[in-house]
T-cell receptor, first 111, second 112 residues
């Protein structure tokens, strides 16, 4: 059974601090990794994707991938109240563009 | 603007009734997906289609049916056989070079 695990939270972070979200996956053959943000009652929106080991930065967001340890993380710098949402981790494990989804981590940024 | 349109936004179903959720995309994407999301839960795959006139069952296909007669359209029917259909339904699509899924805005289905 291919699985993606996330801590459900909620994770509470003060405004302006760094929020760190983690995700582990079971399939060593996983090829690509995605972070989606989902506001309450809304659909998920893609914020980052990463294919290679290491860090990928986009504005205040940094995705980190470690294939040997089978984890991917998302760092949010200078956290804002508008970052409060559920963050979903998704992993692509085959050539059919199928994604395996984690259950999401609820992030709360406290002013 | 390109995107995925789901309709209606809210839908109410009576016991024993079939209802159809619409999903239309103008992104020229080949692959389309239907997911179900329950409160506090992750996404569960219902059906997916990678090409016109072909579709595959996902993890929770029982009580649902789909069609893919046009590349742009992938409607989902929730049949009376689905005993607990109250959920948030999400349609998504992707292209073959695969930079992740694009989602529609969702349909919230409630049984009354």
């Amino acid at each position: 059974q291919k699985e993606v695990e996330q801590n459900s939270g909620p994770l509470s972070v003060p405004e302006g601090a760094i929020a760190s979200l983690n995700c582990t996956y079971s399939d060593r053959g996983s090829q690509s990794f995605f972070w989606y943000r989902q506001y309450s009652g809304k659909s998920p929106e893609l914020i980052m994707f990463i294919y290679s080991n290491g860090d990928k930065e986009d504005g205040r967001f940094t995705a980190q991938l470690n294939k040997a340890s089978q984890y991917v993380s998302l760092l949010i710098r200078d956290s804002q109240p508008s970052d409060s949402a559920t963050y979903l981790c998704a992993v692509n494990v085959d050539s059919n563009y199928q994604l395996i989804w984690g259950a999401g981590t609820k992030l709360i940024i406290k002013p | 603007d390109g995107g995925i349109t789901q309709s209606p936004k809210y839908l109410f179903r009576k016991e024993g009734q079939n209802v159809t959720l619409s999903c239309e995309q103008n992104l020229n994407h080949d692959a389309m997906y239907w997911y179900r999301q329950d409160p506090g839960q992750g996404l569960r795959l219902i059906y997916y289609s990678q090409i016109v006139n072909d579709f595959q069952k996902g993890d929770i296909a029982e009580g649902y049916s789909v069609s893919r007669e046009k590349k742009e359209s992938f409607p989902l029917t929730v049949t009376s056989a689905q005993k607990n259909p109250t959920a948030f339904y999400l349609c998504a699509s992707t292209e073959t070079d695969f930079y992740g899924y694009t989602f529609g805005s969702g349909t919230r289905l409630t049984v009354v």
